[in-house]
């Protein structure tokens, strides 16, 4: 499959990021509540989901303005709750989801029978498995391992599918699978084979709310805004461009260029910008209204995404699976997220938000924006810790801001990207993650129950 590096051509508004779902500040069940504290983020933030957001959802979830912004607060709910139900279960938790356009019912898989009153009593459904999630994310890992050694492109797209508790491999040719799976010498009873004809590829051409430009002609999406110490800059795909492309903006004045770049193996990259450029913290929505970045909490499976692009502007879809593995002709990456949402050439790069919490930039996929089709992303929150990146939000330091004075002493700290199941200290108590996020100022531990448990 050919590259998509269409020539320069005339793009959209400014730099811009992503918004996504806060899911701070929720107390611990399935179902939607009030914040704990005024200042803690949550239902109250989603309550004001941009217009442009909720309409997108609804011309692609066929969900009322209503719907939509209850299933944003009850996605956020659930996420909360799975989180502290997956430090509860230990070794046996096998993996969680969310299932319904309203209701967004949380369900939570285990190993053990014995946790059913455990999970039915925090308002979600318990389905009893055979396998555990990390023994079907270490074969996963096994035959990604084996994709490495050898040519997978025809056994392109590996997953975890936690409905199912099975490791998905999506084959154009089933005979490619068993002999990808017989290579990395996992337990076939593990795998789940599927015949597809979709062979990913990256999204060349890219936007997210801002076109871009790279060396003066192929052309990308903004990912997210973004600052390094006091400078700026933003997140995006590393499909796009390696450390010294230099880029133009969506107006083709002289932007900045790449200062670090992945790809394959993970699809990451940064840009630094120029004094002509600030980074704010809103992505381009529907109609160039600006839609709020607050916060990289990560939504569950199942849960309803939204994405912006140059070449298709705003579409909705769900989240399939977390941590999946994809070969494209150019090499395997992993790590990426499967969605239901439509993209097209020029879209890479570009943002996935849930509510207004930034989840990934625009990687790759199959289909289009008429058909239908298959995209995947790269999680942000990896990316910013790879690169020491701090995401620019509405919420957030400005460039160079330590954060509040006065702090408490701990190890917690503004900017860190905590994943699920960290443990720090603040004001002499140790608190354990709840969702991967990029920690702001004002979501220190005690603020915000959604995010960080009391050991």
């Keep these: 499959m050919p590259r998509f590096h269409r020539p320069a051509a005339s793009a959209c508004a400014a730099l811009v990021a992503v918004a996504a779902l806060a899911a701070a500040g929720l107390p611990g069940t399935a179902s939607a509540r009030t914040p704990d504290s005024p200042g803690s983020p949550g239902p109250a933030a989603v309550a004001d989901a941009s217009p442009e957001l909720l309409t997108a959802m609804g011309r692609d979830l066929g969900l009322t303005r ?14 909360a709750t799975a989180g502290r139900l997956r430090l509860a279960l230990g070794d046996a938790y096998a993996g969680a989801w969310v299932r319904g356009a309203e209701s967004a019912r949380l369900t939570v898989a285990t190993t053990d029978p014995a946790d059913i009153p455990a999970i039915e009593a925090h308002g979600a459904r318990a389905a009893v498995v055979t396998h555990t999630l990390a023994a079907l994310e270490a074969a996963s890992a096994a035959v990604d391992r084996a994709a490495s050694r050898t040519t997978a492109v025809d056994a392109p797209v590996r997953y975890v599918d936690v409905r199912t508790n099975t490791l998905v491999v999506q084959a154009v040719r ?87 770049s992945t790809f394959p193996g993970r699809d990451t990259a940064w840009v630094a910008t120029n004094t002509n450029w600030t980074s ?6 529907q109609g160039a209204a600006n839609v709020q970045v607050t916060g990289s909490t990560q939504s569950p499976v199942g849960a309803s995404v939204c994405r912006s692009g140059s070449t298709t502007g705003w579409h909705c879809g769900v ?40 989840q990934g930039v625009t990687s790759g996929g199959s289909g289009n924006c008429s058909s ?40 917690w700290a503004a900017g860190t990207v905590y994943a699920a199941g960290a443990q ?32």
């Design 66 to 79: 209503a719907q939509a912004r209850d299933r944003l607060v009850n996605e956020a709910a659930a996420g």
């Design 174 to 260: 089933p005979a490619a699978a068993h002999d990808l799976v017989a290579a990395a010498g996992i337990d076939r009873a593990l795998v789940r084979v599927e015949t597809s004809a979709d062979r990913p590829r990256p999204l060349y051409d890219i936007r997210d709310g801002d076109a871009y430009y790279m060396n003066g002609s192929g052309r990308c999406s903004v990912g997210f805004a973004i600052t390094k110490g006091t400078q700026q800059g933003f997140a995006t795909a590393g499909h796009c461009g390696r450390p010294g492309t230099t880029t133009s903006g969506y107006n083709q004045v002289a932007q900045g260029s790449f200062q670090a």
């Design 280 to 285: 704010t913290a809103y992505v381009k929505g």
């Design 319 to 358: 989240i399939q699976q977390h941590n999946t593995s994809v070969t494209y002709p150019e090499g395997t990456i992993s790590g990426v997220t499967r969605t239901t949402v439509c993209a097209e050439p020029g879209d890479s790069g570009g943002s996935y938000i849930s509510g207004s919490q930034a």
């Design 372 to 411: 239908g089709g298959t995209t995947f992303y790269q999680p942000v929150n990896p990316l910013l810790q790879a690169y020491a990146l701090t995401l620019k939000t509405t919420t957030g330091p400005g460039p160079g801001d330590p954060g509040e004075p006065g702090e408490p002493g701990g190890t």
């Design 424 to 455: 720090v200290t603040y004001g002499g108590v140790t608190y354990r993650c709840l969702q991967a996020h990029q920690a702001q100022p004002g979501w220190q531990p005690p603020n915000v129950p959604a995010l960080w448990q009391q050991v």
